[in-house]
C-alpha cells in the first residue's frame, strides 16, 4: 500500500514536471530500488539549457555544439584504453573511428522544449518524413544521395519493426561539422528532438554512415516520448537498428557491403556471442554515461566508466528476447502509446509489467519466459535492466575468448579487459571516475588447484580505469576443463571462466562453446535450428562447430546435458547471436532458501545467496524510510548508509540495526558447492559474509597474496622471512551484548571483520562445506599474563585485554589485535597505541612499569558504565595493579576491588598501572611489654609499612592459649596491644612465663615475625 502511494506521488511529481512547472536542474532516480525505479525526468539525453543564449538559432547551436563537444571528448577519453587495445588485438580495424551518437533536448527557464505537433492523431498514429538541408556547408552530392537513400527506404523498415511513430513530424538532416573527431571515435550524429533535426557527420564508411543514420531514425520514431533510461531509450534503438540492418532489404540500398554493415553491428551494438560472459552486476546504472558529461551543474572531471560496453549489452538484451519475440518491439510501443502518461517513461516497474503484458499477449500464455526463464526472473538476471545507482568500486570484466593464433601446446587463450571505477554521490545525484589499481589475477584448473603461468600474466596494472590480459595456459594439466580466472582490486572481484580445449587451436576453430555448472563429464547436446551436434563435456567444458549458415543469424539454442551413463541430467536454453557463441550453463541448481532470524538490537549480517530480490529494503520487509543498514568501506574509512550499500551477495556483509525481530525466508541462487568461493580483502579492514549455508571453521580459509600459492589460514597470520603477516590472527564479529568477540567459526548469516596487514590486498578463499564443520580453529597465542577488562552499559559495552609477555618484543603482531571500525551509535571501548588505534588487545613485555591507557566512547553520554576486572591467580604478589581516572584524580587498587563505577560525558580515558612493588619490606621493631600489678600486659611495637597483622599468647611449649588480634590490616606506625593474663575462655593463668607472638605480612606476601617473654606473677 505505502509503495502504491509512492509511485501515486511519483508519478504525479513527474506530470507536474512535465506540464510546465520548475524543473529540477539534475534529472535522477527519485526512487533508486534495484530494477524497481522512477526518475523524474529524462537521464538517456544530453539536456542544454540555453536560459543566456537568447532565441538565436546561431546561439543555440554553439550551445549544442559546446555541450556534445564536452560530452564526447570525455568519453573518447574514458574509452580510448579500450578502443586503442581492441586495434591492437585486431578486434578493430586500425582506421576504426566509434561513433558516439546522442540524443538532445533544449531546456528554458526550467522547462524542456517538446516539439510542436502537426497533426492531432494521437500516439503511435504518426509520419516521419525527412528533409536533407543544404545551408552554407551541405553535403557532398554522393553522401547526400547515400543518406537521401536510407531515410526514403528507413521509415517504412523501421515501422515494420517497430510499429507506427508516435508523432508526425519532418525531420532536418544537417551537416554537422565534426570538429572533434580524432583517430579513435566521432560524434555520430545528434538527434536534437526540441528541434526536430538530426546533426548528422561525414563517414568514410558509407556503411557506418547507413547503420548510424538508421539509428537516429528509429529514435526519432519514439519522439518526445521515449523512456527516460538507456537502457529502455537506447536499448531498443540499438536492437531495432540491429535487426534491420541485418535484414536483406536495408543491405540492398545504395550498394552497401553486407561484411562492413555486420562489421559495424559487432563492433559496437551486438555482444550477444560474448553475453553470458559479460553480464554483471557492474552493469546497472540509471545513465549509460556519467550525469557530468549530461548534465553541466554537476561537477565534472569523471568519464562514463563502462558506457561503451553498457551500450553494446543494452541493445544485446532485447535482441535476445526479439529472437523468441519477433514482434515484439511493435506490440510493445502500441502498449506504450496506449498507457502513455509521462509517469510512465520514467518508472521502470511499469515498463516492466508492459513488457511482460506484450510477452504475454504474443505468447498467449500469462507468465511467458524468455529463453526457458519466467521472464520476472530473467529480467533481474540481466544486469544491464537495472537502473538504479548503487555506490561504490567496481570491477567488470569482459572476456574475448578468440585469439590471432595458438601455438601447438597452449591448450587456452584469451583477452579480458578490466575497467575499474567508481559510482560516487553528488549532491542530489550520481557521477563516475575511472580508478587506477593493481590486480593479481589467480588461475584456477577445474579442481580449483591455482595454476602458475608465465610472469606475464601475473600481474595487471589498471590505468585510467583500463587493464587488459591475455593469459596462456600450456600443458595437459590445463587442457579439457573449466578454467577460472578470480580478478580482484581491493574489494571488488570479477570471474571469468573459460572451457580450455574447446574453443580453439591449430587445425580447428569451433563456434559454439561454453562452461557448464552441475555436470563434470558427460555430453551435450545441442540444437540450433535444423541443425543438431553432439559434443563430450569434460571437466565442466563443452565445445563443437556448426555450419557457418546456421550461425549467419541469431536463433534459438537448446542444450540437452547428459551424464557419463547416458541419463538426462537438465536442459538450458540460450539465444544466440551472429557469427559464434559462448554459454555459461547452469544445471540443477533449484532457487537456495536462508532464512534470517533476529532479534530487536544491531546486528552483523550476510547472506549466503544472491537474493532474487535486490532491495534490501523489500527483501527484509523494512520500510526504506525505516531501514538501518551500513557497509563499512575501508577506501573511504568510512560507513556507506543504504540506499548508497551494495546489494546483497555472498560475501558482503553489513551492519543491520532493527528495531524489532525479523524472521524472514530469502529465496535466490546460491554459490556453487563444489569449489572454493573467493572473496577480494583490500588493505585495512574489511567486512565479510558467509557464502555458504554451513559453518565454516576459521582455520580451513586460504589466503592468497598476489602470485603465490594459497597458504593456511595459520600460516598467514605469521610472519615469515622478514615479511609481515598477510592478516591479522583474530577474526571478530558481534557478540551478544553488542561488543566485538573473537570468532573461531564462521557461521551463516553473520558478518566479520578480517584485517588485511599487506599493502597489495589478499584473496580470501572459503571452502565449500564438506558435510562437518571441520577443525576447531587453534587458539591464538595467548600472553603469559593478561587481564580483561570488561565495560558494560545499558547501550552496551566492551571488552579489552591488557598483557605481558618476553614473546611482544619480537611479535608484537600476534599479541596486539586492532579494534574494528565502531558503527556510529555502538559503545568503542579498546587500548590505545602509541600511535592512538584503540586495540582490543595490547601486550606489552615485561620492564619495571607497564602502563596502558584505555578509551570509552560512550554510545550514549552522561550514563554510568561499570568496568570490571579479575587479577589472574597467577599475578606475582609482588605486583602492585592500579586504576587510575585521570579526569576525576580517583586511584583504585585493583587488587583491593573488582569493579569501578563512572559516568563519562564524552570520549574518556582510564589508565591501568601495573608495576612490581619496590618498598622494603615490613619489619616489625622496637616490641616492649610491661605488666601491671593486676597482671593485665601491654605490648607495643612500630611497623614499617602497611601490612597484615596478627598476635598470639603462645605458651613456652609454643602452643596458643590466646589469640590477641586476628588477621587485620595495619598502617605503618606504632600499634599497641593489651592483655589480661587469661586465656581464650577467660580463665586466669597460673604464673609463668609466657611468649607474645607478633606476625606482619605486607602486600607482596613478604613476613615479619617478632616475640618478646611475658612474666606473670601472681
Not at 527506404?153 to 525531420?171: D, H, M, N, Q, S
Not at 550498394?255 to 555482444?271: K, R, V
Not at 554483471?280 to 566508466?305: D, K, Y
Not at 557469427?579 to 555459461?584: A, D, P, R, S, T
Request: charged residues 15%.
Amino acid at each position: 500500500m505505502r509503495a502504491g502511494r509512492l509511485r501515486l506521488l511519483a508519478a504525479l511529481a513527474i506530470a507536474l514536471f512535465l506540464n510546465g512547472l520548475q524543473a529540477q536542474q539534475v534529472y535522477r532516480n527519485i526512487i533508486n530500488r534495484p530494477f524497481e525505479t522512477v526518475s523524474n525526468g529524462p537521464q538517456h539525453v544530453i539536456v542544454v539549457d540555453i536560459d543566456r543564449a537568447g532565441r538565436s538559432p546561431e546561439a543555440i547551436d554553439r550551445l549544442i555544439r559546446a555541450q556534445v563537444e564536452r560530452a564526447t571528448r570525455a568519453q573518447i577519453q574514458g574509452a580510448r584504453p579500450l578502443i586503442r587495445l581492441y586495434k591492437q588485438l585486431g578486434l578493430l580495424p586500425e582506421d576504426y573511428r566509434l561513433p558516439i551518437l546522442h540524443t538532445v533536448v533544449l531546456r528554458r527557464n526550467g522547462e524542456l522544449i517538446l516539439p510542436a505537433r502537426t497533426r492531432s492523431d494521437g500516439l503511435g498514429n504518426g509520419a516521419l518524413s525527412f528533409q536533407i538541408v543544404d545551408g552554407a556547408d551541405p553535403f557532398p552530392p554522393a553522401y547526400k544521395a547515400l543518406l537521401q537513400a536510407i531515410l526514403n527506404a528507413a521509415p517504412a523498415l523501421v515501422e515494420a519493426e517497430y510499429g507506427k511513430p508516435a508523432r508526425t513530424l519532418t525531420i532536418q538532416v544537417v551537416n554537422f561539422d565534426d570538429g572533434i573527431g580524432d583517430r579513435d571515435a566521432v560524434v555520430g550524429g545528434i538527434y536534437d528532438v526540441s528541434n526536430n533535426r538530426f546533426l548528422f557527420p561525414i563517414y568514410n564508411s558509407p556503411e557506418a554512415a547507413a547503420v548510424n543514420l538508421l539509428n537516429l531514425v528509429v529514435q526519432a520514431f519514439h519522439a518526445d516520448v521515449a523512456p527516460f533510461y538507456d537502457a529502455w531509450a537506447a536499448g531498443f534503438a540499438r536492437a531495432v537498428t540491429a535487426r534491420i540492418a541485418r535484414g536483406a532489404a536495408f543491405r540492398s540500398l545504395a550498394g552497401l557491403n553486407p561484411a562492413f554493415i555486420d562489421q559495424t553491428l559487432d563492433n559496437t551494438y551486438d555482444a550477444r556471442p560474448y553475453y553470458d560472459a559479460w553480464n554483471q552486476p557492474t552493469l546497472g546504472s540509471p545513465s549509460f554515461i556519467a550525469p557530468s558529461l549530461r548534465q553541466p551543474p554537476i561537477a565534472g572531471g569523471t568519464t562514463g566508466g563502462l558506457w561503451l560496453v553498457r551500450y553494446q549489452m543494452a541493445g544485446s538484451v532485447w535482441l535476445k528476447l526479439a529472437t523468441e519475440y519477433p514482434s515484439f518491439f511493435r506490440e510493445f510501443n502500441q502498449r506504450y502509446y496506449q498507457n502513455y502518461t509521462p509517469a510512465l517513461r520514467g518508472d521502470t516497474t511499469q515498463l516492466l509489467n508492459l513488457a511482460k503484458q506484450t510477452l504475454a499477449a504474443i505468447a498467449g500464455n500469462p507468465n511467458p519466459t524468455v529463453e526457458g526463464v519466467p521472464f520476472d526472473q530473467w529480467a533481474r538476471r540481466q544486469y544491464i535492466l537495472d537502473t538504479s545507482v548503487t555506490y561504490g568500486r567496481k570491477l567488470h570484466a569482459q572476456m574475448l575468448p578468440y585469439a590471432s593464433r595458438v601455438k601447438p601446446d597452449e591448450q587456452a587463450v584469451f583477452t579480458v579487459f578490466l575497467t575499474y571505477f567508481q559510482t560516487t554521490r553528488v549532491g542530489n545525484s550520481w557521477d563516475e571516475s575511472l580508478l587506477n589499481g593493481t590486480c593479481y589475477p589467480i588461475y584456477w584448473d577445474f579442481a580449483y588447484n591455482r595454476l602458475t603461468l608465465s610472469p606475464q600474466y601475473e600481474r595487471v596494472d589498471i590505468r585510467v580505469g583500463t587493464g587488459a590480459v591475455m593469459p596462456s595456459f600450456v600443458g595437459a594439466e590445463t587442457a579439457n576443463q573449466r578454467l577460472t580466472v578470480d580478478f580482484s582490486v581491493g574489494t571488488e572481484n570479477a570471474k571469468v571462466y573459460y572451457p580450455s580445449s574447446k574453443v580453439q587451436g591449430t587445425s580447428f576453430r569451433n563456434n559454439f562453446f561454453g562452461v557448464v555448472f552441475g555436470l563434470d563429464e558427460g555430453e551435450v547436446e545441442v540444437q540450433i535450428g535444423t541443425e543438431t551436434r553432439r559434443a563430450p563435456v569434460t571437466k565442466g567444458a563443452f565445445g563443437m562447430q556448426f555450419s557457418e549458415e546456421t550461425l549467419s543469424r541469431e536463433r534459438i539454442a537448446v542444450l540437452t546435458f547428459y551424464n557419463a551413463q547416458g541419463a538426462q541430467v537438465g536442459t538450458w536454453r540460450t539465444n544466440t547471436g551472429v557469427g559464434f557463441h559462448y554459454v555459461q550453463a547452469t544445471l540443477l541448481t533449484p532457487a537456495g532458501l536462508f532464512t534470517l532470524n533476529r532479534s530487536a538490537g544491531l546486528h552483523m549480517i550476510s547472506l549466503p545467496l544472491r537474493p532474487y530480490e535486490t532491495d534490501m529494503a523489500k527483501l527484509l520487509n523494512i520500510p526504506a524510510s525505516q531501514l538501518r543498514l551500513a557497509q563499512w568501506r575501508q577506501e573511504s574509512f568510512n560507513y556507506a548508509y543504504y540506499p548508497a550499500t551494495p546489494p546483497p551477495a555472498p560475501g558482503v556483509g553489513y551492519f543491520l540495526q532493527l528495531s524489532s525481530p525479523i524472521n524472514i525466508t530469502i529465496s535466490g541462487d546460491p554459490p556453487p558447492t563444489d569449489r572454493p568461493f573467493a572473496i577480494a580483502l583490500q588493505p585495512g579492514w574489511n567486512l565479510v559474509g558467509v557464502p555458504f549455508n554451513q559453518p565454516i571453521p576459521v582455520n580451513s580459509l586460504q589466503v592468497v597474496h598476489q602470485f603465490s600459492s594459497p597458504v593456511s589460514w595459520e600460516t598467514a597470520t605469521e610472519a615469515l622471512g622478514g615479511e609481515p603477516p598477510l592478516v591479522g590472527s583474530r577474526v571478530w564479529t558481534l557478540g551478544s551484548f553488542g561488543t566485538y568477540v573473537q570468532a573461531t567459526q564462521l557461521e551463516p548469516g553473520r558478518a566479520y571483520w578480517i584485517r588485511v596487514l599487506r599493502p597489495e590486498g589478499v584473496t580470501l578463499l572459503v571452502p565449500p562445506p564438506t558435510g562437518s564443520t571441520g577443525r576447531a580453529a587453534r587458539a591464538t597465542d595467548a600472553p603469559a599474563w593478561a587481564m580483561d577488562l570488561i565495560l558494560q552499559s545499558p547501550l552496551g559495552g566492551g571488552v579489552a585485554t591488557v598483557g605481558i609477555d618476553g614473546a611482544a618484543r619480537t611479535r608484537s603482531y600476534a599479541y596486539n589485535h586492532d579494534a574494528p571500525p565502531a558503527l556510529p551509535g555502538m559503545s568503542a571501548f579498546g587500548v590505545l597505541d602509541d600511535a592512538g588505534q584503540r586495540l582490543l588487545q595490547s601486550v606489552k613485555p615485561p620492564s619495571g612499569r607497564q602502563e596502558w591507557t584505555l578509551q570509552v566512547a560512550p554510545a550514549e553520554p552522561n550514563c554510568e558504565h561499570t568496568l570490571t576486572w579479575r587479577i589472574p591467580h597467577t599475578t606475582p604478589k609482588r605486583w602492585r595493579i592500579m586504576l587510575e581516572n585521570p579526569t576525576t584524580g580517583e586511584r583504585v587498587d585493583m587488587r583491593q576491588r573488582e569493579f569501578y563505577r563512572f559516568t563519562p560525558a564524552d570520549a574518556q580515558t582510564l589508565r591501568v598501572v601495573v608495576e612490581p612493588s619496590v618498598a622494603a619490606p615490613v619489619r616489625i621493631i622496637n616490641l616492649a611489654a610491661t605488666v601491671s600489678r593486676g597482671g593485665q600486659a601491654t605490648l607495643q611495637f612500630q611497623l614499617t609499612g602497611e601490612a597484615t597483622l596478627r598476635a598470639e599468647i603462645r605458651t613456652a611449649r609454643g602452643e596458643t592459649i590466646r589469640v590477641l588480634t586476628p588477621s587485620r590490616a595495619a598502617g605503618a606506625g606504632t600499634q599497641s596491644l593489651t592483655w589480661n593474663g587469661r586465656d581464650a575462655n577467660e580463665r586466669a593463668l597460673p604464673p609463668g612465663t609466657y611468649m607474645a607472638y607478633i606476625e606482619a605480612v605486607d602486600s607482596e606476601g613478604r613476613v615479619a615475625r617478632a616475640t618478646i617473654p611475658i612474666l606473670l606473677t601472681r
